[in-house]
DNA sequence: TTTT
DNA sequence: TTTT
């Protein structure tokens, strides 16, 4: 049962970080990824796709990633069903990522440094590696069901829901 | 803007196959992708993703995969919105496939010449080098905007909507 | 800094388990994927991809997987290079696996219970979450520098060369 | 037989553009993929990944990406083998592209019309979608059995062995 | 509800 | 609306 997904495309806005009772980290973010062909218009369109990134690469993503920055995702699909605030079931499907990459050039405030401007500084430290664990942050946000919703409903996602 | 897919799972039903107006075979199923690891219950959940698959590969599909079928996905992630019955703007999440895998052995009527029973046949021509081209059925069926949900609103897709 | 593989091929003979001076399993097997499409003499040839999976899915490997099985792999793409018996510096490249799937249906043995043959068991656990942990097997075995070839130089890998 | 691989990283030196002697292009060039962990030492390594490229995308990629730039590929894992000069068998492991994604900036002399530096322009015309045929260049170029080694001997490569 |  |  394979379930990969791999994603490069921009931020259609700023990520939005929240946190489980337990203080654990989740960001959500959507890309969009311009397709290769274009339309009988001859316009290219693109695809919407919602991620999710939990603990430590969750609070990587809300620092260094904004609206339009290049990111590239290395997840899972995942699908999930919630009861909609008039009652009917809403299907999701969204990613969830094990690690998100940051393909930006360091902004030119940090770039100071460099002589050939334009080359890419080291990826922040987004990787499945960096021993995630728990934060113990005292939750000052909870998060709904559906994290990309907000519907006012606010049923809180538990910690167990956590996908490792 | 790379956006790929790999899915290895089992249809939750039949495959659909219809036909645009031009005559283009797309077949639609779902993939039930068992997690690996399991919730706070122990149980193991899955991911239910639905699929789209075009011209001769769909066809294939419809002619060798059912309920049940054990099949593997090489495709992209595409989303789209659409009107719903209520007026409300419905917004899917789908995967197209490039090419879809068949990986059940033959059945045993098919395997009455095989010695060591078993094994699994080559892989019925599914790949996307078997030079897809638009059939020229007479199209017995017509395909909605969103070929998962029969909401009844049959707004034809036309032939251009293909993705290659 | 994206790498990942997804691969669905048979096995070209039993898979050989090895334990580093620590302890730790790492199994070894090549993957024949063959090809969707044909070379000019219309033949469909097939590549052949070494893999490696450590800890305890190695020992899974070991247990479930041989010659002719049919399995997935996902993982990442690792070049190494070593000195050859020869003094000349030999460069592999190789699919280190973070899952393997299992994609056989359950032998006919194992098959009795069962009513309409030919289906398949779940898989066994074989997930990245199947939290892995280094054995304290005695290590009946030591693993060279490149576990596929047996070149007779027996360099120890250390079990800091662990990928995780 | 799922094969597929996604990689993002870096050229190690310029590519270089070949032609079959009927005029077909190909690429070659390394991408050096950063690994998200470190090793004992506390050292982040690399693997350093051949890629091969045919057709039009080749010669995008001659034109447009150099040493150090900044590469995604969605490509498929390909195994061969050759005789080396000494007359050992000589065992190839490379990623034969798709497509090439452009993940560079554009540069500041390109920059000119922009208004806001550092974004990134449209990727170059490089999807599998932009119908690749063959170029009847003169072929100034021959491709040896092995692209990556110039090891002297220069069996052709037909254009049969293309890959679509 | 969309990015460059 | 879910497969084994």
């Known amino acids: 049962m394979i379930?990969?997904?791999?994603l490069v495309g921009?931020?259609?806005?700023?990520?939005?970080?929240?946190?489980?009772?337990?203080?654990?980290?989740?960001?959500?973010?959507?890309?969009?990824?311009n397709r290769t062909f274009t339309n009988q218009q001859g316009e290219r369109e693109a695809d919407f796709i919602n991620?999710?990134?939990w603990r430590r690469p969750a609070e990587n993503v809300a620092n260094f990633l904004k609206k339009g920055?290049?990111?590239?995702?290395?997840?899972?699909?995942?699908?999930?069903?919630?009861?909609?605030?008039?009652?009917r079931r809403v299907y999701v499907t969204e990613v969830v990522a094990d690690s998100v990459q940051f393909l930006e050039p360091k902004s030119s405030?940090?770039?100071?440094?460099?002589?050939?401007?334009?080359?890419?500084?080291?990826?922040?430290?987004?990787?499945?590696?960096?021993n995630p664990r728990s934060t113990n942050d005292p939750g000052f946000s909870r998060i709904d069901e559906d994290p990309f919703a907000n519907d006012g409903q606010t049923i809180d996602i538990s910690d167990d829901d956590l996908p490792f």
Chains 1, 2, 3, 4 share one sequence.
């Open 51 to 53: 991620c999710v990134v």
């Open 10 to 33: 921009r931020l259609t806005r700023d990520p939005e970080l929240r946190y489980t009772p337990n203080g654990v980290a989740v960001a959500t973010f959507t890309l969009a990824v």
């Open 109 to 130: 405030s940090e770039q100071r440094g460099t002589t050939a401007g334009g080359y890419y500084g080291d990826p922040f430290p987004f990787g499945p590696n960096q």
């Open 69 to 87: 920055s290049l990111a590239g995702v290395d997840g899972r699909l995942q699908t999930r069903s919630y009861e909609g605030q008039d009652g």
């Open 3 to 6: 379930n990969r997904v791999i």
